[in-house]
């Protein structure tokens, strides 16, 4: 029996709109310690539990829907806050969800159209901070509408709608073992397969000439150059480093490979250690490196300690994009810190960064420079390198003007 339906006749019954709106309404509640979603089908209370790794709440209105709404039907009502249980085939619930995508476009199309054509008194210039923030809005209102499109999930992780593709491995990597029926976002479930083709196939890394496999919610190496200036930089010596939130593993199995005989890698992401002891596993290098959990630094003190921090202080909006943004620049302050205590004397820490907060105005050069100077760190050298990602060529991207400036550094840093 899918969820705690107390009858599973009507399961594909599409219940009225209009009855849905006024029937049809979720309560917050907890069974299990787990969020529940709520909802009546064929006059039965039924629930199951919310499944969302963005930590989103679970929508206060659900309505059944199936092959037969159309969609701008449906984009009235997930702009309206309502929920769409989906009980019909599950490639047309896809292209529904394009549907939907396309009508957002418009909308910000015909509102981009109405401000160019503004009469008399022009706009005033937008500053790179308010399109950087206006951007982060619009891409969270995109993923709110979008993630009202819901599917069910049994307790196999088993799609029970027609056409539905196999998405229990992707379910599994990412949530772990099931036990109970759930419902979860089509949008998520989209995520949990392209980040389970990832993990499968890899991501090729040319300073290790071999793929990176990441997991689910771990920071994928797809910007190469940063991992390129670790594979370039000298290193101060090969008997010890420590490579902190080691993430896929990446930028130890480059030290590793560059001969370092001995790393310690830190992370406080179970999932994150996991990958990492995977990927290590694959290129050989295991035996070189340990893997600990920490808040940053392990114990101790090496002549190498290197970082790969989130570039741009900004409060994350769901656990994923804590790989990329950091709150009040929390990270990079701790290590900067705490690096003094951990390096062996005339030892180095690298710093791996990007300047694209800077051209953002999120964080000014002088900032740096000072967080460093009270760090009582000093500036030893630095090498730069120009991102290679599509994105800093595209000047159709809202923030091409920050990305087009972008340069990544490595900070050769030592106590002073």
């Not at 490639?91 to 160019?116: H, P, T, V, Y």
């Not at 539905?164 to 029926?181: F, I, L, N």
């Not at 000298?234 to 490979?257: C, E, K, M, N, S």
Request: net charge neutral; hydrophobic share 40%; aromatic share 6%.
């Amino acid at each position: 029996m899918w969820g705690y339906c107390a009858e599973k006749e009507g399961y594909r019954t599409f219940v009225t709109l209009r009855h849905s709106i006024q029937s049809l309404t979720q309560e917050s509640t907890e069974m299990n310690d787990h969020p529940v979603i709520s909802w009546t089908e064929a006059g039965e209370n039924c629930s199951a539990r919310w499944r969302s790794e963005a930590g989103n709440s679970a929508p206060k209105h659900v309505a059944l829907a199936d092959d037969r709404i159309s969609a701008d039907v449906a984009y009235k009502l997930v702009c309206e806050g309502t929920g769409l249980l989906w009980r019909g085939d599950y490639q047309n619930a896809r292209q529904l969800l394009q549907a939907l995508a396309r009508r957002i476009d418009k909308k910000s199309e015909r509102k981009s159209g109405k401000a160019a054509k503004a009469p008399e008194k022009p706009p005033a210039p937008v500053s790179a901070t308010q399109a950087f923030h206006q951007h982060r809005q619009a891409q969270a209102q995109r993923a709110r509408i979008l993630g009202m499109l819901l599917l069910p999930l049994e307790a196999d992780y088993s799609i029970p709608l027609r056409r539905a593709p196999d998405v229990s491995q992707a379910c599994m990597e990412a949530y772990g073992q099931g036990g109970e029926a759930s419902v979860v976002s089509l949008r998520e479930v989209l995520g949990l397969i392209g980040a389970h083709e990832w993990r499968k196939k890899g991501v090729p890394v040319p300073a290790l000439g071999a793929d990176i496999h990441p997991y689910y919610g771990v920071f994928s190496p797809v910007r190469g150059e940063y991992v390129d200036l670790v594979a370039q930089a000298t290193l101060p010596a090969t008997d010890l480093a420590f490579d902190i939130g080691t993430g896929t593993g990446v930028l130890a199995a480059v030290l590793a490979r560059r001969g370092v005989k001995r790393i310690v890698a830190t992370d406080q992401n179970p999932r994150a250690l996991e990958c990492a002891a995977d990927n290590l596993a694959r290129l050989g290098v295991a035996q070189r490196v340990e893997l600990v959990t920490a808040d940053l630094f392990p114990p101790g003190r090496a002549p190498l300690v290197v970082c790969n921090p989130p570039w741009v202080p900004a409060k994350p909006s769901s656990p994923i994009e804590y790989a990329v943004y950091d709150p009040d620049s929390r990270m990079l302050r701790g290590f900067l810190d705490g690096l003094g205590a951990h390096l062996t004397p005339g030892g180095e820490g690298w710093l791996i960064l990007s300047d694209f907060a800077e051209h953002l105005g999120l964080r000014s050069r002088e900032d740096l420079l000072a967080m460093i100077d009270k760090a009582g760190l000093q500036v030893a050298g630095k090498q730069d390198i120009k991102p290679r990602h599509p994105r800093a060529s595209d000047a159709e991207d809202p923030l091409h003007a920050a990305r087009a400036k972008e340069v990544t550094s490595l900070w050769c840093l030592k106590t002073k």
